[in-house]
């Protein structure tokens, strides 16, 4: 149930068609989100809501990364690849642990994302091979 993620906004991120090769090929997406102004400790709140759903889920865990220094995000995400199922686990596990949707809480917490599909880890000697086949 696409819709329930968007909602949730745990996936809804995510669920471009670029995703959809994500699941297909192992990639990751990538996503740095900017906290709304005076938002920041609800961003956290909800991307560790996310995380618990996950768990309950049993979904593989994202790596989430806090900015220090230099650009102008605060949270980078990184996606482990989809499962074929996802959202629907995820709805289940929200349900199971009485979280409700709600449908504007991404756009009220993030003042802007953006998401990005990578492959690796990787090294240039794999990638340079790869090239000469």
Same mark, same amino acid.
């Given at each position: 149930?696409?819709?329930?993620?968007?909602?949730?906004?745990?996936?809804?991120?995510?669920?471009?068609?670029?995703?959809?090769?994500?699941? $297909?090929?192992?990639?990751?997406?990538?996503?740095?989100?900017?906290?709304?102004?005076?938002?920041?400790?609800?961003? =956290?709140?909800?991307?560790?809501?996310?995380?618990?759903?996950?768990?309950?889920?049993?979904?593989?865990?994202?790596?989430?990364?806090?900015?220090?220094?230099?650009?102008?995000?605060?949270?980078?995400?990184?996606?482990?690849?989809?499962?074929?199922?996802? $959202?629907?686990?995820?709805?289940?596990?929200?349900?199971?642990?009485?979280?409700?949707?709600?449908?504007?809480?991404?756009?009220?917490? =993030?003042?802007?994302?953006? $998401?990005? =599909?990578?492959?690796?880890?990787?090294?240039?000697?794999?990638?340079?091979?790869?090239?000469?086949?």
């Amino acid at each position: 149930m696409k819709k329930f993620a968007l909602i949730l906004a745990a996936s809804g991120l995510f669920l471009t068609p670029q995703v959809a090769m994500a699941q $297909d090929s192992g990639e990751r997406v990538v996503t740095t989100m900017h906290a709304a102004p005076g938002k920041y400790y609800e961003l =956290v709140q909800w991307l560790a809501q996310v995380d618990k759903i996950r768990a309950e889920a049993k979904l593989a865990p994202r790596e989430i990364y806090r900015h220090h220094n230099g650009a102008n995000w605060d949270f980078l995400v990184i996606e482990p690849p989809l499962v074929a199922n996802e $959202d629907d686990l995820m709805e289940a596990a929200a349900k199971k642990l009485e979280i409700k949707p709600d449908p504007g809480a991404f756009r009220r917490i =993030v003042m802007d994302h953006e $998401d990005t =599909v990578v492959g690796g880890p990787t090294t240039a000697t794999a990638i340079l091979a790869g090239m000469q086949q």
